[in-house]
């Protein structure tokens, strides 16, 4: 589509703006007969549209304009634009029940990102962006159920870790082509941070499948605003974007490796101020993201990212931040994933939630609330470690001594296995209140995983469970055969063997595959599909099931399942 | 905690005799399987005899005492697990505070909350006659129950009732009551052989249209297992489980055997769950609050279990200083989860007998006041962790769901407005504070 944007869109001066009704502020004038479409095959949604955050009456609609060529994302260039934002039931937007305009500009690098209003709960929706007769692509939606409604299921496509430098997005292609997914979870590292030759990419000699753009490790926020326009420039993402809304949170690589509350592993002094970087990286993600902050669609008013989303009595999800509020990891004597000896992963001082964020999610896990409390959790929170002792053994010694980690010697710190003290707070008031139901959905390990969550590590499966974890595989990033180099299911196999022998809690663990997942929930149970994909560097990779766990509701332990949900 | 007074046993079972002696109720004795005799009584003036209501329909509640949603497996329980598949299945159900067996009960069959019926525990401190005792009485409900509505109506109604404080807190209420027995002595409680046997016989004598049945033994197998706590193994438990399942796969044998299924509702809950704690697992707050000068002498403590109620019996002027340094100093002791003060804690509803102040515990303990030896038993229940209860509607009417499951919570006083839905009876004044959970229609 050519871009021939009306004079009335667009104002004549180029202003900062914070949103539809935001303050403007001075700007670049633009000279009289400027052209804002200078080239005939110029395309103003260049970045498709996206939606994400449901509620039943609302849902977070996105796009980004490119009002000329010269108004590259991260370039601060272009005029102010109007843009008008429909939404209908029908496809063809034949009736639209919900309008308005949004004024976007170069000050938030025309990205659009309203909260459409006034919805019907539980209901199928399409949208699209107007800037005068030029139309976005149609996206649909859809709004959640109502508080009170009891919908029969929910299903969500999971996913996670898609390192564009690894691979295609095969996985966003195969979950896009379903018609039957009510959202889409991304459990965080949407993107990279990494550039550059010889920078993370696929398998051990890390060739790139294609290259970061800009080909640096994103630093600035003009990196940060790029590399998002990169990534919604995917035909792949943008498809699955446009099929249903995401619900995401981060990880660390939206801002940079291993990120803690004060800085990161992959963040050197000679990139300058931390905090500084990390605002950036918030900053582009506010821009680019269809997610409330703070609960707003606004940008600007604040980086809260965890919260939660109502599904009917059916379930509640609670989106963590496991990064913004933690402290910085365990320094292991020996690399990972050396089982870490030191005690300091159980230091009841060190946090990885973070007060407020401890304090809210335990209130998530109250009684009164939905049937299904389903977390979506960045990092594993099922203990994966060797030589664990009972918890009647451990806790006095640690009393006089402090030596022993909590829950075994654990092979990440970077997990919730680095900060045991949050994760026994958390299962203790699971056990306390009687809380039932509990399903941490998780990404980050770049592999597959279904689990219980026992109270006691050592001497599981007797006793009790707080809950279950499915971990969902990455889209693209580099896993254990890719890592070794070893043939998938060979070498692995050994490990997998030997992590769940020592950890009878974990039932299924796939370290080769690449994929996806889709998570079907009912009154009666939660089930996992598990789908990897044929090959990521193939951009025609096939989708295949691989296997499917469930948990019945009330049990708290998790069990194979012979076949996925029907659907697609 | 179900409370072994031995100075209260025996005292509703004597009232009930002294209706019978009275010829307030008459009594019939009939033979159960095993050749025992089953004693039945029923009320004189029985406003069912004349049949004013004539309608094939039947309602049961069982309520397996003490069970945890979790133990119904088709391995360890596959009766009650093919009833429940079979039916409306809720797996998110929930006991009321204060989890235990009196409130519960009177609740599912009043249907409000305690702060209405007048029963928020199993023990409270009676300020009238200054002494802690079980709510065992049957003026202690304050309202009417779905037992008297349904037999205001003309229908008759039942109760088999294996312990002994159920059957003196729904004392005459039901057109025919089980006279309970043998009764151990040491639980209180009828074998759920003979609570069976009762309850069978009471279909077959009086075919009521509503019966109320509680079997005791999960409970009291629970409460005693001392290998609970012990890595989770439950030993004694497991048997309990086993042979209350066959007895409940003879209650659902004898209905469709009887022609009677496919008229009947059978609403199967427990009225809470189970907790297992060490014995050093211990709290005290007898000497805690005792000790501290401005309570000492001030305060009462009804123990119920996993939850203490407080009672603040200090000058009316003090009360308020009191209430809030009960909870400060209880809040400070291992293994209290949380105080709290009944007034402003919205979702307690206790009520005005149920305590100034409100203890629960973590899970893995329990409450021994007001001395060390006051609660040596392993299993527990009144605090928050034994909430989850099993939930499942079956039967053969035809409007019992078939093979659903809900999601919607659903709790122990939604019981009673499920039957007035049944029986098309409507609300009571005031309304429910539960809700039917038959689908509408």
Redesign the interface.
């Known amino acids: 589509m050519t871009a021939e944007i009306p004079e009335s869109n667009v104002r004549r001066r180029t202003v900062l703006a914070t949103g539809a009704a935001g303050p403007a502020f001075a700007g670049t004038a633009l000279g009289a007969g400027a052209s804002y479409a200078d080239r005939p095959d110029h395309t103003l949604f260049q970045h498709g549209v996206a939606s994400g955050d449901p509620k039943p009456r609302r849902v977070v609609l996105w796009t980004r304009v490119t009002p000329t060529t010269q108004a590259t994302p991260g370039s601060g260039k272009g005029p102010q634009v109007t843009v008008t934002w429909q939404v209908a039931k029908d496809a063809t937007l034949g009736k639209v029940v919900r309008e308005g305009t949004f004024v976007t500009s170069a000050s938030r690098d025309h990205t659009v990102k309203v909260d459409a209003t006034r919805l019907e709960p539980e209901t199928w929706y399409y949208y699209r962006f107007l800037v005068g007769k030029h139309s976005s692509p149609v996206g649909r939606t859809r709004t959640a159920p109502a508080r009170g409604a009891?919908?029969a299921n929910l299903r969500f496509g999971v996913v996670s870790c898609a390192n564009l430098q690894a691979g295609w997005f095969a996985a966003y292609r195969h979950l896009a082509a379903r018609d039957d997914l009510h959202a889409v979870l991304h459990l965080g590292d949407y993107l990279y941070e990494y550039g550059g030759e010889g920078s993370y990419a696929m398998g051990r000699e890390n060739k790139r499948i294609r290259a970061h753009v800009p080909d640096r490790e994103m630093v600035s926020l003009a990196d940060y605003r790029q590399r998002h326009a990169q990534y919604k420039s995917d035909p792949d993402l943008r498809a699955l974007h446009a099929k249903a809304p995401f619900i995401v949170t981060w990880d660390d690589h939206e801002v940079t490796n291993d990120q803690w509350r004060d800085g990161a592993e992959n963040h050197q002094p000679d990139e300058g101020d931390y905090l500084v970087r990390r605002a950036r990286a918030h900053r582009a993600y506010d821009e680019w993201m269809p997610v409330r902050l703070d609960d707003t669609a606004r940008l600007g008013d604040g980086t809260r990212l965890f919260r939660r989303l109502r599904f009917?009595?059916?379930?509640e999800l609670s989106m963590l931040d496991l990064r913004t509020y933690r402290d910085e990891q365990v320094h292991t004597k020996a690399p990972s994933p050396v089982p870490a000896l030191e005690a300091e992963v159980s230091n009841p001082d060190r946090t990885i939630l973070g007060a407020a964020q401890l304090a809210w999610l335990k209130d998530s896990l109250l009684?009164?609330r939905?049937?299904?409390k389903i977390v979506g959790n960045p990092v594993m929170v099922a203990p994966v470690s060797f030589a664990q002792l009972p918890t009647e053994l451990v806790d006095p010694v640690n009393d006089v001594t402090g030596i022993l980690p909590r829950d075994g010697a654990p092979y990440n710190v970077d997990q919730w296995d680095g900060y045991t003290d949050d994760r026994r707070e958390i299962f203790?008031h699971i056990?306390?209140?009687?809380m039932?139901?509990v399903v941490f959905l998780t990404g980050d390990i770049h592999s597959a995983w279904a689990c219980d969550l026992p109270f006691d590590l050592a001497?599981y499966p007797?006793?009790?469970s707080a809950g279950v974890e499915f971990v969902s595989t990455s889209v693209t990033s580099n896993n254990l055969k890719d890592i070794t180099g070893a043939p998938a299911r060979t070498a692995s196999l050994a490990v997998e063997a030997t992590i769940m022998a020592n950890n009878r809690h974990i039932k299924y663990l796939n370290f080769d595959d690449h994929g996806y997942s889709v998570f079907d929930l009912?009154?009666?149970r939660a089930q996992m599909d598990y789908y990897v994909i044929s090959d990521r560097a193939d951009a025609r990779a096939t989708a295949s099931w691989t296997a499917s766990w469930a948990t019945?509701?009330?049990?708290?332990k998790v069990h194979a399942v012979d076949q996925p949900v029907e659907g697609r | 905690m179900c409370t072994t007074d031995e100075s209260r046993r025996g005292r509703a079972y004597a009232a009930g005799l002294e209706e019978i002696r009275t010829g307030r109720r008459t009594l019939l004795k009939v033979a159960g399987a095993g050749g025992a005799s089953i004693a039945l009584s029923t009320v004189a003036a029985d406003p069912a005899a004349a049949g004013k209501v004539r309608t094939p329909k039947r309602a049961y509640v069982l309520v397996l005492d003490g069970c945890r949603?979790?133990e119904i497996t088709p391995e360890t329980m596959p009766h009650t697990a093919a009833l429940r598949a079979g039916g409306l299945?809720h797996?998110?159900a929930?006991s009321v505070p204060i989890m235990e067996t009196i409130p519960n009960h009177v609740m599912m069959m009043t249907g409000v909350r305690p702060d209405r019926s007048g029963v928020p525990a199993n023990a409270i401190f009676d300020r009238t006659l200054g002494v802690v005792r079980d709510m065992d009485r049957a003026s202690d409900i304050q309202v009417r129950t779905v037992i008297e509505r349904l037999n205001a109506k003309g229908l008759r109604t039942a109760t088999v009732l294996s312990k002994e404080y159920l059957y003196g807190v729904f004392g005459a209420r039901a057109t025919h009551r089980w006279e309970p027995g043998p009764i151990i002595p040491v639980s209180g409680h009828a074998p759920d052989a003979f609570t069976m046997e009762a309850a069978l016989a009471m279909l077959a004598e009086h075919d009521p249209h509503l019966m109320f049945v509680n079997l005791g033994d999960i409970d009291r197998m629970g409460h005693t297992d001392l290998t609970g706590a012990v890595?989770?193994?439950k030993l004694l438990r497991r048997t309990a489980l086993a042979a209350t399942d066959a007895q409940v796969g003879r209650f659902v044998a004898a209905l469709k055997a009887s022609g009677r299924w496919n008229q009947s509702l059978v609403i199967v809950l427990a009225d809470h769950?189970m907790d297992w704690s060490r014995p050093d697992s211990l709290i005290r707050l007898q000497p805690v609050l005792e000790s501290d000068p401005p309570l000492a002498g001030r305060f009462v403590i009804a123990a119920n279990g996993g939850a203490d109620l407080l009672y603040w019996t200090g000058p009316d002027a003090g009360r308020e200083a009191g209430v809030a340094r009960m909870i400060e100093l209880c809040s400070a002791v291992p293994g209290v989860?949380r105080a709290h003060d009944p007034r402003r804690t919205a979702?307690l509803r206790t009520g005005p007998i149920g305590g100034d102040v409100v203890v629960f515990c973590?899970?893995?303990w329990r409450f021994s006041d007001p001395s060390i030896q006051s609660n040596p038993i392993p299993g527990t229940h009144g605090?928050?962790?034994?909430?989850?209860i099993p939930f499942f509607l079956a039967g053969g009417h035809r409007r019992v769901p078939r093979g659903v499951?809900?999601?919607?919570?659903a709790k122990t006083l939604d019981v009673a407005p499920t039957l007035a839905h049944f029986f098309r009876l409507g609300a009571p004044r005031g309304g429910y504070d539960g809700r039917s959970r038959l689908p509408v229609g």
């Open positions: 009891t919908p009917g009595k059916l379930a009684p009164g939905p049937q299904w203790t056990r306390d209140h009687g039932r139901d001497t007797l006793g009790q009912t009154p009666a019945m509701s009330g049990t708290n | 949603p979790d299945h797996p998110y929930s890595l989770d193994l769950s989860l979702w973590k899970a893995g605090h928050p962790t034994t909430r989850p499951t809900a999601s919607a919570e």
